[in-house]
């Protein structure tokens, strides 16, 4: 889908169905690139996901959670005091 708006006084309005397609709620910051003679606007929360994505794709497939294995320890050095 396509969608047009103004820019008056340096500010735009985003598309009421494009805020609701990506769940941006008043408050949330946007992260503006010039890319290739492109605006390119993303939401923080977007650009978490695809940095987890990255991560993710550099674990095995099952590998233990470290924050698990974390946990655990502290678990077992708190059950020894």
Do not use: C, H, Y
Request: hydrophobic share 40%; charged share 20%; net charge positive.
């Amino acid at each position: 889908m396509t969608f047009t708006s103004s820019v008056s006084n340096g500010r735009t309005v985003i598309p009421s169905v494009l805020r609701q397609e990506l769940n941006i709620q008043d408050g949330d910051q946007l992260i503006w690139q010039s890319r290739n003679g492109e605006l390119v606007v993303t939401t923080r929360r977007a650009q978490l996901a695809k940095a987890q994505a990255l991560f993710q794709s550099f674990a095995p497939a099952n590998a233990v959670s470290a924050a698990d294995q974390l946990i655990a320890e502290r678990r077992r050095a708190a059950e020894s005091e």
